[in-house]
């Protein structure tokens, strides 16, 4: 009842950017994970080597589209950035679906994929404040956004194993293509408010000239603010174990679950689930408890569900793991826009939140290299609890900080 309420008091451009949200985050969550991943690791037979290139060439693309998509919302504002992005994706999707998937193939639909996906995900996290600047109505519209991009976790994932079970993993990127064309349809009718676009310090450039002074700027306003200082320390050690689940995680599937491909989609569907319970969550929250603590908190839920998601062999502590998990993480992510779109002005937003998402990306790298020679010898499974029993750990940290800095 009250996620109905709030979304009757949006306006018709609000409620065409949840709506562009929930198709945009489905077709990416139906498609990535088991078109290229699932089909590498099951049709291909992929060890983590291959996984673990495919994983990297994904992340270095979303590492570069993310600086350039900070840049252009600042320009350009949020609604262009993402309708180019969309129109890119559906091209995207066309040829991945089209073309004969081989590990060449695969390795440049897995850069395409982080370029697109960085652009898009980026105008989500900047978009609420160029449609409304007051503060319950930012935070409710945060947590309406990131409701449905988490129903879009269960959506996205359960039509992909539908796919793959019932056709093959190919098949993804044609729901893919459908379903960013709704995006699109929807972001049309997403109309920034008049004079929302501010312009801060900036450099108009040609974008491959400015992208380091433009980054550059976007990191000097975030070191110095206390508060965004510990928002990107937070984002970046507390995600920083999460990079070995990249290279590891589908192989934990075949060889420790003893899953078949499908389970990719249902697990994550799982998360999913969890995702638009924290979401929904933050609604209700009293906006003056959206606080640095409240992330933290998220972050140790978060540790906790990974621990028991990947502490055994039984499927059901899976799901309930991947549960917990996903409430953690669906009420994170909303929590952390609404903090860094409050502590930072509108015509730096776009390179601010750029900086943060670099953060949490650049994190996983170093698991990232590690987590294949690791699972040689320690196997799969004792690397991937290691790991998230570091981000319990970590979260722990920060929560004794703030309280330290509370008490000064």
């Known amino acids: 009842m009250h996620l109905v309420k709030s979304l009757r008091a949006c306006s018709p451009s609000e409620r065409a950017l949840v709506l562009a949200s929930f198709f945009l985050v489905t077709a990416f969550q139906s498609s990535y994970f088991i078109g290229i991943i699932g089909y590498a690791t099951y049709a291909l037979g992929a060890g983590p080597d291959l996984v673990f290139l495919l994983t990297l060439a994904y ?11 900070g840049i252009l919302i600042d320009r350009r504002g949020p609604r262009q950035v993402l309708l180019a992005s969309l129109a890119s994706g559906i091209c995207l999707a066309s040829f991945a679906w089209a073309v004969p998937l081989s590990p060449l193939m695969l390795m440049m639909s897995s850069c395409l994929f982080g370029l697109a996906w960085s652009v898009s995900s980026g105008t989500l996290s900047s978009f609420a404040p160029y449609l409304t600047q007051e503060g319950e109505r930012l935070k409710q519209l945060n947590g309406l956004i990131d409701t449905a991009t988490s129903v879009s976790v269960v959506v996205g994932p359960a039509i992909g194993g539908t796919i793959s079970a019932a056709s093959s993993t190919s098949g993804v990127f044609a729901f893919m293509a459908a379903s960013l064309g709704a995006a699109l349809t929807c972001a049309v009718a997403c109309k920034e408010l008049p004079g929302a676009r501010q312009a801060g310090e900036r450099d108009d450039g040609p974008l491959p000239k400015a992208t380091l002074r ?4 976007g990191l000097r306003v975030t070191l110095s603010s206390r508060d965004l200082r510990l928002i990107l320390a937070m984002c970046f050690f507390g995600f920083f174990a999460f990079g070995a689940f990249d290279a590891l995680e589908s192989v934990y599937y075949r060889d420790v679950l003893r899953l078949d491909a499908s389970w990719m989609g ?39 569900g990974a621990m028991l998601y990947v502490g055994t062999r039984k499927p059901w502590c899976a799901v309930l793991g991947q549960l917990v998990l996903g409430v953690g993480n669906g009420l994170s992510v909303p929590v952390e826009h609404t903090l860094v779109q409050e502590r930072c002005e509108i015509g730096q937003l776009g390179r601010v939140s750029s900086v943060i998402r670099m953060g949490i990306m ?35 940290a920060f929560l004794l900080r703030l309280r330290v800095r509370r008490a000064e």
């Open 214 to 217: 433009e980054f550059g700027e």
């Open 266 to 304: 249902w697990l994550s569907m799982v998360a999913g689930v969890g995702c638009t319970l924290g979401s929904l969550a933050l609604l209700r929250i009293p906006r003056r408890q959206v606080s640095l603590r409240l992330l933290a908190t998220t972050l140790l839920v978060e540790g906790l």
């Open 362 to 396: 650049s994190s996983g790298i170093v698991p990232l290299l590690l987590a294949p020679l690791l699972a040689d010898r320690l196997g799969a499974q004792s690397v991937l609890f290691a790991a998230s029993t570091t981000v319990a750990i970590v979260a722990l």
């Open 59 to 69: 992340n270095a693309a979303t590492f570069l589209g993310s600086i350039a998509a």
